[in-house]
């Protein structure tokens, strides 16, 4: 059996384009849905079907459904457990699923919902999966982060956002995460053959999160509106915006790079503020508390193989 690569978020989007990409190459493709069983695999139908009538000479990989929702650290351990349980080996996680959200929400478990979603679901999921992608090597953990985490600042006072939410404050704020604990994750994983990697998409006019800004108040309306004028020859579809997640994924060029942010299949500087090895150390330890794991620790004498 193959061995296989996880892809959260991947009914929509740049997901489901990763996904699909990955089956044409002959990979075994879990595919980690919110969506409801049935609903989540008509998706995965329907990529069958469209890479058959397409390319029906290639030999493709498989399409594994399963649920996740990255809200929820109850099903983000049950998705864990039953990976490590069911699985030899791991060796690509690819994190991209994401949200913005117009109005602060809260989940069950207390997290601010763009926070839980964007980052910290994904680094629960990281920590819970480590221990099987350190006896996979050679592995790789991609971080879909955005340039939005340019403007992003760590509320470390307010990491929920109780007194500061605004709807890009959040995004940007939880990017700017994404983009820290990958370099923090580089540091710590530093000789164990397994590397991480954060990337920018490129700005996609037909994702949920454009659809949610397209959906937000009257005046971020016309702003956007006008600022559409000037982005839409630099917007991607779907396809070119997938295309650095599958390069820091599958790229023998990067095979020996970790920690680093990609933009348009090359390495981009991060912004100043990412770039604190202070603040990465400070993130890890606070969301190591946040969702339980007090004693967790990478243990790093796994034997790299291949």
Same mark, same amino acid.
């Given at each position: ?68 929702? &990255? ?5 983000? /351990?049950?998705? =864990?457990?039953? %990976?490590?349980?069911?699985?030899? #080996?791991?060796?690509? !996680? ?81 990017? &700017? ?5 990958? /370099?923090?994750? =580089?540091?710590? %994983?530093?000789?164990?053959?397994? #590397?991480?990697?954060? !990337? ?107």
């Amino acid at each position: 059996m193959a061995r296989p690569w996880v892809v959260t978020g991947s009914s929509s989007g740049i997901g489901r384009v990763t996904a699909k990409e990955l089956y044409k190459a002959g990979a075994r493709v879990i595919m980690a849905c919110i969506e409801e069983s049935s609903a989540a695999e008509r998706v995965a139908e329907g990529i069958r079907k469209e890479v058959e009538a397409s390319h029906p000479e290639l030999k493709v990989g498989a399409l594994v459904v399963k649920k996740l929702d &990255l809200s929820s650290l109850e099903s983000i /351990r049950k998705f =864990a457990d039953d %990976l490590n349980e069911s699985e030899e #080996k791991i060796n690509i !996680l690819i994190n991209n699923a994401g949200i913005l959200t117009r109005e602060r929400r809260v989940t069950k478990d207390g997290f601010e919902l763009t926070y839980v979603t964007n980052y910290l679901g994904h680094f629960y999921l990281t920590c819970l999966l480590l221990p099987k992608m350190l006896g996979s090597t050679p592995a790789r953990i991609v971080n879909v982060a955005s340039i939005a985490h340019t403007s992003g600042r760590m509320h470390w006072d307010d990491l929920t956002l109780e007194k500061n939410f605004s709807m890009f404050g959040a995004y940007a704020q939880s990017k &700017l995460a994404v983009v820290l604990i990958t /370099r923090e994750l =580089a540091s710590r %994983l530093e000789g164990t053959g397994v #590397k991480t990697y954060s !990337l920018h998409p490129g700005i996609l006019p037909t994702t949920n999160i454009s659809n949610q800004i397209k959906e937000s108040s009257r005046s971020w309306r016309y702003v956007l509106n006008f600022l559409s004028i000037f982005m839409i020859p630099l917007s991607k579809t779907q396809e070119q915006g997938a295309a650095t997640t599958l390069f820091c994924a599958l790229d023998a060029s990067v095979a020996e790079e970790s920690g680093f942010y990609y933009k348009d299949c090359a390495r981009e500087e991060v912004a100043l503020q990412a770039r604190s090895e202070r603040d990465a150390k400070k993130l890890w330890d606070e969301s190591l508390k946040m969702v339980g794991l007090h004693d967790f620790h990478i243990k790093k004498d796994h034997k790299i193989n291949g």
